[in-house]
């Protein structure tokens, strides 16, 4: 995991996922206090307003999914975006902090493929319509 500034986080080339908090004015000091010790183990000592994105490698699945979690349980705004060794984007997520979380697909059979997993799952099948 880095952190990087935009014009980094647009340079990127390698597979990664990338983690972007965008609503500055609903950090919470026990959420905040927790994604900056994140950071900090990672070496990264900047700000989330100098460095305002995450980059997690391939290998960093777990820990991108960490870094995740937490606007979900803060109430931030945020958008997880992975992008493939192939180069494609298949789909996106935006967590808001009115407390939903849209996942965003670029194709149909991206979508449907999805469903087909999420319905797998016994506590996700009250959640979808």
Request: hydrophobic share 40%.
């Amino acid at each position: 995991m880095i952190a990087a500034t935009n014009s980094e986080m647009k340079n990127a080339l390698a597979a990664h996922a990338e983690l972007r908090c965008d609503d500055r004015k609903l950090y919470l000091a026990i959420g905040f206090k927790i994604l900056e010790q994140f950071r900090r183990s990672y070496g990264e000592n900047r700000s989330l307003e100098a460095a305002p994105g995450l980059y997690f490698r391939h290998d960093e699945f777990t820990e991108s999914v960490c870094c995740l979690l937490q606007p979900m349980l803060v109430g931030w705004d945020a958008y997880y975006v992975p992008t493939w060794f192939s180069g494609g984007l298949d789909y996106f997520v935006a967590v808001s902090h009115d407390l939903f979380v849209d996942i965003n697909f670029r194709t149909r059979e991206m979508h449907e493929r999805s469903v087909e997993i999420l319905r797998g799952h016994d506590w996700v099948r009250p959640l979808m319509k």
